[in-house]
């Protein structure tokens, strides 16, 4: 028996389908290992190793996965067909113990009888080079998420997360916001005139110009006048174009454009409509077991492969006719960026029309796969043509305009109307009489209307998306999950109102701090940049941890600066940085190791310390009561262990560490070195730092006087002195 592992259960059954029990075929459910979630995971002072392990609730699926993988003749790796599936691939072979020296990695587009034959028929090694492009990204990301959401929350007294590409697109969110709150209307005036040429139906033109150049009324007052200016002179017909204009049909589908889409005609959110794929892509449950209806919905390319284009064809000239054929194929350009790994997003099988599947899909399933499928058959269908019109009317020194446009043959709208219907006031869609130029026209009605300039347009998922792919900003993998972490309920960066993201004022204050102490991230251009980077190494090209070493050159230095704080030590006088720890924010002086004074943020909050407790074995915090400080349990309630002490006071002779009073379990206080555990220097008087001018041991301060800590030394001088 040969086993072949996928990602996804669903995906597992509808696979297992068409191979009728030659192979077992099991899902790994996803990613078998990953960095941890509670650390950074990162060795940065080698050379970047992450460090992955298996999550306790995964470990029952690695079980089964190396039991069923000891049993078979072959294992075939059939994760995804991008960056991450290779990873998840790769992430299998090294915990299954697999030769990754062998061709034991499968790929393909499209969940079909034809494509998964095809690809166990040619297995291939893992691709290592988009393993550590995956490799690379996570690592950016984690250095970036990990490193600057704990100062962010530190400094802005909330919980924030910060992520290399999702804080460039909250960026994009806020600053839109801005131009909106700084906008000031611009009073303007809009005139329309109604005129007719004698015996015709009056149309409307409007006002555009004045002496050849865009013009407007700016008040009342001017509108007036401009008004009685027209009614004063002739309106004649200055020029008529008429034109054929021709729409082309747009591409298939890419990971993009079907969230835009979706977003706009099927009013889901981008999260959503990724789900709703992923289930037609692995397969929708019947009673003849799971099929999958369309290829694999990661893709930034729109390529189409021959066999499909042919089945489109024959479709639109059965269902539609000749004339609904263009003279050469469609074909279309992905952009210069695109990893082009696999075709567009289409139907597997079109004769499943979505009609034909309506009774197995649900509500979405449905409007969804039929966005797909009709956008795939529009994309290889013939242009719709329009006969346009457009006329300028002139009236002494103004000029006034209008258009028409109509539709000759529909083309590829018969399946897909892509129009988009948006208010513009200096074209229409009016039914224009015959009209030559020179010609005069009667007035019928002039009428005049205030308006104002509108603000910037807030953005939608859809037009967020779409801004950050003509930027070169994300991939395909991530539009979906930068939406869902922005939108997320526990932070709540963004909120919707209608279709609109509107950010909520933490985000104000975090775009700030980013912006100002880590430039290079909330750069676009330098993120652009990044996002071709991991591209090369994907391609081959670059070594990833080069690519991260680079990176974190700069990185480190802005991380350190964005610590520091106006605070200012009150044992040395350095800056002080600020500090997220287990038990809340705390000030530590940035004079360390010269200088260990902490203290908390927040005088409620408890401060770690390196103490254990000496009777649960948990951290000791110090604290601040009505008495004083003193150090409790971190596991109070259940441990009530304290210990009183009082402020750091003296200076260890040995290490010239500051020394702190502390108390014996007995009570007996004592000074000890605050650098302890590597220094385990103790005093039960306290120690000035200085040498004994006569004997050389250390000196102590007992009773406002300096004496030597050797009793048999007689050395001593007032403290004052």
């Excluded at 990613?31 to 992955?52: C, Q, S």
């Excluded at 943020?601 to 951290?619: F, H, L, M, R, Y």
């Excluded at 048999?712 to 002195?721: E, G, M, V």
Aim: charged residues 30%; aromatic residues 8%.
């Amino acid at each position: 028996m040969k086993l072949i592992i996928v990602e996804s259960p669903h995906k597992a059954k509808t696979i297992e389908k068409f191979l009728k029990g030659e192979y077992k075929v099991e899902a790994s459910k996803g990613h078998v290992r990953d960095l941890p979630v509670n650390r950074m995971g990162i060795k940065i002072n080698a050379n970047f190793e992450p460090y992955y392990e298996i999550a306790n609730e995964r470990k029952a699926d690695i079980k089964r996965l190396t039991e069923s993988a000891k049993k078979a003749e072959q294992v075939y790796l059939a994760t995804d067909p991008d960056r991450e599936g290779e990873a998840i691939s790769w992430h299998l072979a090294e915990v299954l113990q697999l030769d990754e020296s062998k061709n034991n990695r499968i790929e393909f587009n499209e969940i079909s009888e034809k494509a998964v034959k095809n690809a166990i028929a040619n297995p291939r090694k893992i691709d290592m080079n988009l393993v550590d492009a995956q490799q690379a990204r996570r690592v950016l990301d984690r250095l970036v998420g990990y490193s600057i959401s704990p100062i962010a929350s530190s400094l802005l007294n909330e919980s924030l997360s910060a992520g290399r590409v999702q804080s460039v697109a909250l960026k994009m969110i806020v600053d839109r916001e801005r131009e909106i709150q700084a906008f000031k209307p611009q009073e303007y005036w809009n005139l329309k005139a109604d005129v007719k040429p004698q015996d015709e139906k009056a149309f409307t033109v409007l006002l555009t110009e004045k002496n050849g150049k865009k013009y407007k009324p700016s008040s009342g007052e001017e509108a007036n006048l401009v008004e009685q200016q027209l009614k004063q002179n002739d309106f004649i017909v200055g020029d008529v174009k008429k034109s054929v204009v021709k729409s082309h049909a747009p591409a298939p589908f890419i990971t993009s454009t079907l969230q835009q889409d979706g977003s706009i005609k099927l009013n889901v959110t981008a999260p959503q409509v990724m789900a709703i794929a992923q289930r037609l892509y692995e397969g929708v449950e019947t009673s003849q077991g799971n099929i999958a209806l369309i290829t694999y919905m990661r893709t930034d390319s729109v390529r189409v492969s021959q066999e499909a284009q042919k089945s489109a064809l024959d479709y639109i000239k059965q269902n539609y006719g000749e004339d609904y054929l263009p003279s050469k194929p469609n074909f279309y350009k992905s952009k210069k960026d695109a990893q082009d790994a696999h075709e567009a997003i289409r139907p597997i099988d079109l004769r499943k029309t979505p009609e034909s599947v309506a009774n197995i899909l649900d509500k979405n399933q449905y409007k969804l796969y039929k966005l797909i499928y009709d956008r795939f058959i529009a994309s290889q269908m013939t242009e719709a043509v329009y006969d346009s019109v457009a006329v300028t009317v002139n009236n002494g020194e103004y000029g006034l305009k209008t258009s028409g446009k109509t539709m000759v043959f529909k083309g590829y709208t018969i399946v897909y109307d892509d129009s988009k219907k948006e208010e513009d006031e200096e074209t229409g869609n009016a039914l224009l009489p015959p009209l030559t130029v020179g010609q005069k026209l009667d007035l019928v009605k002039l009428g005049k209307e205030q308006k104002f300039t509108k603000p910037p347009v807030r953005y939608t998922e859809a037009t967020l998306i779409k801004h950050m792919e003509d930027k070169g900003i994300g991939r395909p993998s991530t539009y979906a999950v930068i939406m869902s972490k922005l939108t997320d309920k526990k932070r709540e960066y963004v909120k919707r109102e209608k279709k609109y993201l509107i950010p909520n004022p933490i985000s104000y204050s975090l775009i700030d701090f980013l912006v100002k102490d880590f430039p290079d991230i909330m750069d676009i251009s330098f993120t652009a940049k990044m996002e071709d980077s991991l591209d090369d190494i994907g391609t081959g090209g670059k070594d990833w941890r080069k690519l991260v070493g680079d990176f974190y050159v700069n990185f480190e230095k802005q991380l350190e600066n964005s610590k520091l704080t106006d605070v200012i030590c009150d044992k040395c006088g350095a800056r002080m940085t600020i500090n997220s720890g287990r038990f809340g924010n705390y000030y530590a002086c940035s004079n360390y190791p010269n200088c260990s004074n902490i203290k908390s943020a927040n005088p409620e909050v408890a401060i770690p310390t390196d103490q254990i407790c000496s009777k649960c074995g948990g951290v000791m915090v110090e604290r601040e009561g009505k008495f004083g400080k003193f150090l409790a349990c971190s596991n109070y309630p259940k441990c009530k262990n304290t210990i009183s002490i009082a402020q750091t006071a003296g200076t260890c002779p040995q290490c010239g560490k500051p020394t702190k009073k502390m108390s014996t379990r007995g009570g007996k206080q004592f000074f000890g070195c605050t650098g302890y555990p590597d220094c385990k220097f103790m005093s039960w008087d306290m120690p000035t730092g200085e040498k004994c001018p006569e004997c050389g041991k250390y000196l102590v301060e007992v009773n406002g006087k300096i004496k030597c800590s050797d009793k048999n030394c007689k050395y001593i001088k007032d403290a004052k002195s």
